[in-house]
Nanobody, 127 residues
């Protein structure tokens, strides 16, 4: 069992940066692949970034490449999402998700692949 709590969201201006954190509790975090997703009002939840449990593999949705960076610190049971050059279209509730992963390089991009979810943190980018 993994419990996830996101933090770091807020109201920023276009071009600003934010770093989201996802603190996990549970013994399996260090062997869990992690992902970030987001959901804007009236839209479906969409994939943002994923990372393997070892941190050796990461993957990003095309539109986030170069602006967002996912990382993790297994000693702190925390995964991060650094977001730079934020745009108004990045406005959404951001969720982190976790699932046990068999391989140190495994990552997942579909929401259906994840077993555990946080409650979300709101990111609002004004123009």
């Amino acid at each position: 069992q993994v419990q996830l709590v996101e933090s770091g969201g807020g109201l920023v201006q276009a071009g600003d940066s934010l770093r989201l954190s996802c603190a996990a509790s549970g013994r399996t975090f260090s062997r869990s692949a992690m992902g970030w997703f987001r959901q804007a009002p009236g839209k479906e939840r969409e994939f943002v970034a994923a990372i393997s449990w070892s941190g050796s593999s990461t993957y990003y949705a095309d539109s986030r490449k170069g602006r967002f960076t996912i990382s993790r610190d297994n000693a702190k049971n925390t995964v991060y999402l650094q977001m730079n050059s934020l745009k108004p279209e990045d406005t959404a509730v951001y969720y982190c998700a976790a699932r046990p992963a068999p391989g140190s390089g495994s990552y997942y991009t579909s929401a259906y692949d994840y077993d555990y979810w946080g409650q979300g943190t709101q990111v609002t980018v004004s123009s």
